[in-house]
Nanobody, 126 residues
Framework: QVQLVESGGGSVQAGGSLRLSCAAS????????MGWFRQAPGKEREFVAS????????YYVDSVKGRFTISRDNVKNTVYLRMNSLKPEDTAVYYC???????????????????WGQGTQVTVSS
């Protein structure tokens, strides 16, 4: 079992940056694929980015490629999402999630994520 706690959200102006963190409990963090998702008001939750257990494979939804970077520290049991050049359309509640299926690339946007954090709000003003 993994418990996830996100932090680092906030309000920024367009063009600004934020770094989200997701701290995980449990000794098996390093065996999980980790993902970031977001849900904007009135919209369905969408996949944002994923990273393999080893950190050597990442995948991003097209709308954030080149602006967001996902990374992980398996010693600190933490996954990060660095968000640069933020846009108003990035405004959403961001969730981290853990899945115990192996995947790579696009496949990581399709696996089942079994554990979820409570979310952190990101608001980008124009």
């Amino acid at each position: 079992q993994v418990q996830l706690v996100e932090s680092g959200g906030g309000s920024v102006q367009a063009g600004g940056s934020l770094r989200l963190s997701c701290a995980a409990s449990g000794r098996t963090f390093s065996t999980y694929t980790m993902g970031w998702f977001r849900q904007a008001p009135g919209k369905e939750r969408e996949f944002v980015a994923s990273i393999s257990w080893s950190g050597d494979s990442t995948y991003y939804v097209d709308s954030v490629k080149g602006r967001f970077t996902i990374s992980r520290d398996n010693v600190k049991n933490t996954v990060y999402l660095r968000m640069n050049s933020l846009k108003p359309e990035d405004t959403a509640v961001y969730y981290c999630a853990a899945g115990d299926q192996y995947c790579s690339g696009y496949g990581c946007s399709l696996i089942r994520y079994d554990y979820w954090g409570q979310g952190t709000q990101v608001t980008v003003s124009s």
